[in-house]
């Protein structure tokens, strides 16, 4: 079947079926024998000193993260900051249109 | 001969060893889910009062009962057919105990009146499998029950539990949340801790019961346009999600298989291996980024943030075995903002008054989680066939489970409605239901009862009672049909 973003690591092998190994072991294994971790984009072995088997999409995908975190933390800054200043200047809390802000049972 | 001798004790030793460490695994494994099964009824303590505190101050009882009795109508029904259905349901077509399909064994533990269902000393688990998919059933259902409030007569929703609880989801579960069901076997359909299974499945069935439900009386005005009904409590409504998350970690782990005889342990419900840190890592990014998505989506509204750590866990639930932490973090930050806009959709332009946003936030963050797994993690040996996972496979779960639930909902209410059993007369819905069902106010004289407020689509917030007493008026005049509705008719 085809696939979007194979994000499996390479250490899993793809035999189709069970072997009698795994129904001794009840848990399918067969297919994960060769990895350690096996998370998606993952290297799918253990990390070698220090970190060194996190490389190419692992990587990136971790580096993606932390972006999007430190932007997170900027939006709250910014949002809350935004809010209460307006009041302090205006009175009014800032005033978003209809159909932007979903109904909602907190609305006041 | 003495040598003889020694080999022969040696071997008796291993057999009993291997005996009791058998034994030693069933006990650990039973108490494993018992544990699951008692932490998870938190989410049915959080189900109670997160929705008695969305509902208006005349309907509080009301739907505390409903979801109390959530437990006495689906615990009967799941084990006199959920259960079977679930063992003897997998390939597609009822088997029997019989047959010689793999499954069979399981299904000779789904009869009801199988030995499995009492003491067995020769099966530990079969008992305490079931009370943790009971528990699920439980789930399933009560994500019907706050979409529902203040309108729907309780016996209409007991029955209907009984069917999304007992019949709908379990059936899809046989099909793509087993190790022998179809859909994993052949197509290598992967959901590891059910995002369409539960969620996906009981949204559209919600949506189905919605259509013919229809909106409170008051809900929209003659254009249309949404009103909101101010809530009894909102704080209890935040501290009733906050119980459901901390029994999601009990659900997540109740999905798990485990084999503590055998490394590593742990397995999904396909028997693929993962590990009870794998998941939990999982499910807390999940909340983060639920919470995060849910909380910019709305412009920090508190019940949208909240329930945005429900979509985002939701989104994230079928690839939990597998997706790296920061994987689950973006994707339920997104399914959490999706799920906001959805559910301003479905209010606003669908006109579907779903009290909790139950559709948007279950149903549509239930079907987006298996769509990811598609996108994400592709290429995932999935059930005893080992068939990869893939778009494709995802994109067969949506299309079985979608009308599987959305049409079994849409028929069973409308049944109801024509035999005028589904939603409670008009004046009783102003009243309330709590007047008429139950006691008349649940507060103690010394709270005084403030008089009912709403917010118009403007956002003036003005008296309920005038209003809806006015559109009752009017109701009567247009023959029972509350103004501004349009989906289902």
Known sequence: MPAIINSAPDCITHNEKYSADDIADFILQDNYKDCAGFMTFGPGSTY??????????????????????VIVFVAWVWYENHRLTTF????????????????????? | MIDVFLAQVETLKDAASAESQTLDSAILGEQFYFWTVVVMWLIHAGFMTYEAGVARRKNVMATAMKNILTIASVTPTFYYFGWWIYNCNQPGLPIGPNSS???????????????????????NINLIFFLAFLLFSWTTASIMSGALLERVRLSAYLVLAALLGSVVWILDAAWGWSAGGWMTLRFGFHDSIASAVVHGVSGAFTLGVLFNLGPRIGKYTKEGLARVFRPNNLHITLLGLMLIFTGFYAFYGACLVIASTAFPGWGTIYLSPTT??????????GFAGGFTGGYFASRGDPFWTVSGGLAGVIGVSAGADVYAPTLAYLISMATAALAVYAGNWIETKGRVDDVVGAVAVHGCSGFLGIIWVGVFAAGYPTGVNNVDSSIWGQLLGVATFL?????TGWFASWLLKKMNLLRVPPEVEVAGLDTVEYVPDIYLPEVPVKPAQLVEPDGTVVDADPLILQELLELRANGGRPSGERVGR
């Open chain 1, 48 to 69: 070698g000193d220090g970190g060194a088997g996190a490389t190419g999409a692992y990587m990136t995908l971790t580096w993606i993260g932390i972006v999007v975190m």
């Open chain 2, 403 to 407: 009308p599987l639930g959305f049409l």
């Open chain 2, 276 to 285: 009870l840190g794998s998941i939990s890592m999982v499910i807390t990014f």
């Open chain 1, 88 to 108: 302090a200047e205006t009175g009014h809390v800032p005033i978003h249109p209809i159909e932007d802000a979903p109904p909602s049972p907190s609305a006041q």
């Open chain 2, 101 to 123: 399909d793999f499954t069979s064994a399981a299904c000779q533990g789904g009869i009801p009146w199988s030995d499995a269902f009492g003491p067995n000393l020769t099966n």
